[in-house]
């Protein structure tokens, strides 16, 4: 198991360095375009409601509102580590953003964002608190049908917000992806860390 996870982060971490190669030289402009107008293709009223209102689940606030509640609730160490897997997406984002400095979309937006864009802060905090989520939810439920409803609506509402960013008019799908690969690189090395913090514990 260990081996596996460290395998995978190294993985996500060399596909998040030809991502990035591929964003500094250029490369994606294509790629972006093909993305961007077929998720535009579904506009219209319903999916204008849904992506802007599910794209504020990786909002700073939402998620510090999210991870809150599950302190509260569950008041055990895991709390501590989603919150510590949010700060860490937070403060890695935003240096990988000043590296890069690269200009947002400036097509039509549904909604106002600041900054730079690649890699994408939602994507990459829906995969280090939702993700994580999704991780507690497949090794801690017993019920069978329980883990199967939380695990997929987790993985919905990941998928939900990369897109939403796009179909908002705020990240290319290349910010998309190299977020989700950062935060997967990341996140695999956290899931190991906290595990040897629980053996530790034990």
Request: with cysteine.
């Amino acid at each position: 198991m260990k081996k596996r996870n460290i395998i995978l982060s190294i993985l996500f971490g060399f596909l998040f360095l030809l991502v990035l190669i591929f964003v500094v030289l250029g490369k994606t402009t294509t790629f972006d375009q093909e993305v961007y107008d077929i998720i535009i293709s579904i506009r219209s009223s319903f999916f204008d409601t849904y992506f802007t209102g599910i794209t504020r689940f990786g909002n700073t606030v939402m998620v510090v509102l999210i991870v809150s509640m599950f302190i509260l609730v569950t008041r055990n160490r895991y709390g501590v580590f989603l919150a510590i897997s949010a700060v860490d997406s937070l403060l890695l984002n935003t240096i990988v953003k000043l590296i890069i400095q690269r200009p947002r979309p400036q097509g039509l937006r549904l909604i106002s964002q600041g900054g730079y864009s690649f890699p994408s802060g939602h994507a990459m905090m829906s995969i280090c608190v939702y993700g994580y989520l999704f991780y507690l939810a497949i090794t801690k439920i017993k019920n069978k049908v329980l883990k199967y409803c939380v695990s997929t609506f987790l993985f919905l509402v990941i998928l939900s917000i990369g897109v939403s960013r796009i179909y908002v008019g705020v990240h290319y799908a290349s910010d998309v992806i190299g977020g989700y690969l950062l935060a997967l690189c990341y996140l695999f090395v956290f899931i190991e860390l906290t595990k040897n913090l629980n053996i530790k514990r034990g």
